[in-house]
């Protein structure tokens, strides 16, 4: 093969650097001359001598790259749609004090192409495929590629759809972007600039070549509000013990007390009278009822030779029983995140850019706890006490907020990495350089030190021109202090106590000294057994009243919640 007319260097191929700069800066020395040559493959077959005009490649961050080139044909058949698809690689080959450097490129396929039947040229537009690629790796490959922020509830299921969708969406949660190496690796490399791997110093680049770009007040977005929403049901469960004991027990428990009841007995309630009572007022009986019941039939059990005859043993002198309700209550968290860069809004005012999100956390649990069985009659039930829990995802809460607060980060990060400072260098000169690499330029008026994030070669076969332009975004804004993007803590409401009630009254009539009736006072009403007829008959009943729910325990709940997080970005030196 000729490089430029001449054989190659009998010297073995081999690269100036080893691809990647050391921890020392590399200075690139500006070269008098260089001699050049490519090598392109296309399907395998080397198409090198039948180039013709410019080659051009162009590698950006987080983009394809492409590469051109125009090949003049032979006489005879040919159909330029058969080329689409082939291989490409493209190889530049230089040398320079005697030794040969050999270095890829481009790696990629033809996407399309363009014939000229007159000149018979067919000119060639690649691209390394870069989306096509990701789209034929699994959702566990893109994840171990892009390690980020994700939430199912922000975007949507990643299985069934667009891998290239998933992977910029993985992509917006961190400051890193996606591309291909000139080899065809993929590989994933952050925004912000490390230690210098290549120094460009006085005389380095082409004469006029620098340029200085940036970005407009509008596209300055320092700012974003994320309002956001999670909702979920808030279970609760209130306890309520209630006692009743007959007033002519004088207080005693056993035979005493009835002994003393019988004295002047009187109606009794009974246990079904006691369920009943609970289940009007809408409790479930959650503890075992401790029952102080008439004694069964016996000759003489208080001493005085009268004997007692009990036909219904669920008599009751008194009782204490606990009865439950259990309700849900929807409970709304509005937060309002502010992502800032305050020292870009102190030069520049506030430009603001939202987002927003709203979660409804449902479960079968919460659809079915007001109406699920729950009690004694419920072997299964754990009765628990009075309070509530919160049927909520905490983890899903936390990868949701997370997720938005590091793709407002990424937004404001983007919009101040936007001045974008480019130089011209003969190719032989930064074959090592790559977009992987943090660059200094300090030549012809401008100091500016950043990541690279564009490569693009011409070669041009006439004039024998072999130019490379570098491009690094500059980050701008600095910043005191930064804020960890940590989701701010959930809302929680005190736990509730069970309730003891007030014992419950009783209400007898059937002699002069009865109360007047009163048919809403809870408890137990009857008849004394010896009765006046003449006088008013009280109802035999046992009523209880459950405490009332109130309605901010009920309606659902809306808390705020406000958090505010400050982003320091740095100052990339740039000086003009």
């Known amino acids: 093969m000729l490089l430029n007319g001449s054989p190659l260097n009998s010297a073995p191929l081999n690269g100036l650097y080893s ?3 050391g921890s020392d800066p590399k200075p690139v020395v500006p070269g008098n001359a260089f001699r050049w040559a490519l090598r392109v493959l296309v399907g395998g077959v080397d198409f090198t001598a039948r180039l013709t005009g410019q080659v051009e490649v162009d590698r950006e961050r987080g983009a394809a790259g492409l590469a051109t080139f125009t090949l003049q044909m032979l006489p005879g058949s040919i159909l330029p749609m058969d080329w689409v698809g082939r291989t490409v690689s493209i190889d530049y080959i230089t040398n320079a004090l005697g030794v040969t450097t050999q270095k890829r490129r481009y790696t990629g396929r033809i996407v399309t192409t363009e014939w000229d039947s007159i000149g018979r040229l067919l000119l060639c537009h690649c691209g390394d495929q870069l989306q096509q690629r990701i789209e034929k790796l699994t959702v566990a490959q893109i994840d171990a590629l892009v390690p980020a922020y994700w939430s199912i509830d922000v975007f949507s299921e990643a299985e069934g759809r667009s891998r290239w969708d998933y992977l910029s969406e993985r992509l917006s949660t961190v ?32 004469y006029d070549s620098v340029s200085v770009g940036y970005a407009d007040l509008t596209s300055l977005t320092n700012t974003v509000e994320i309002e956001a929403s999670y909702r979920f049901s808030r279970l609760h469960q209130r306890n309520e013990t209630f006692t009743w004991r007959h007033p002519d027990t004088s207080g005693l428990g056993g035979t005493q007390g009835f002994c003393q009841w019988r004295q002047s007995s009187s109606e009794l ?13 809408g409790l479930n009986i959650i503890k075992s009822p401790i029952y102080i019941k008439t004694p069964a039939t016996g000759a003489n059990i208080c001493g005085n030779g009268v004997p007692w005859i009990n036909n219904y043993p669920d008599l009751l002198l008194g009782v204490t029983f606990t009865g439950g309700r259990r309700w849900a209550q929807a409970v709304t968290e509005k937060y309002v995140l502010t992502v800032v860069a305050e020292a870009s809004v102190e030069q520049a005012g506030e430009v603001i850019a939202r987002d927003s999100l709203s979660i409804d956390y449902t479960t079968d649990r919460g659809n079915a706890w007001e109406s699920a069985p729950f009690g004694l009659e419920v072997p299964s039930a754990v009765d628990g006490r009075s309070g509530h829990v919160d049927e909520r995802d905490e983890s899903q809460r936390q990868a949701a907020l997370r997720c938005l607060l590091n793709q407002a980060k990424t937004t404001v990060v983007l919009a101040h990495s936007a001045t974008a400072v480019s130089w011209s260098v003969p190719t032989s000169m930064v074959l090592d350089v790559d977009l992987i690499h943090t660059l200094r330029l300090d030549d012809q008026g401008v100091l500016a030190q950043a990541r690279c994030s564009r490569v693009a070669d011409t070669f041009d076969l006439a004039s024998g021109s072999a130019v490379t332009t570098l491009t690094v975004k500059v980050m701008r804004c600095g910043g005191a202090d930064q804020d960890a993007l940590s989701a701010p803590a959930f809302s929680t409401a005190a736990q509730e106590a069970d309730i003891a009630v007030p014992a419950l009254g009783t ?15 809870d408890g137990f009403s009857g008849n004394y057994d010896n009765a006046d007829p003449t006088l008013p008959v009280f109802d035999r009943r046992l009523q209880i009243t459950a405490s009332e729910i109130a309605a901010t325990e009920r309606d659902e709940k809306v808390v705020d919640i406000a958090a505010r997080y400050r982003l320091t970005i740095p100052n990339d030196p740039l000086e003009l």
Do not use: C, H
């Open 175 to 206: 400051q890193s972007s996606l591309d291909s190496s000139a080899g065809g690796e993929l590989r994933l490399t952050t925004w912000y600039a490390g230690s210098v791997d290549f120094t460009f110093g006085a005389g380095t680049s082409i």
């Open 269 to 281: 309630p009974d246990v079904a009278m006691m369920k009943d009572s609970a289940s009007s007022a």
């Open 19 to 21: 691809g990647a700069a």
């Open 507 to 521: 209400q007898l009539g059937g002699k002069p000294s009865s109360p007047v009736y009163n048919d809403s006072l």
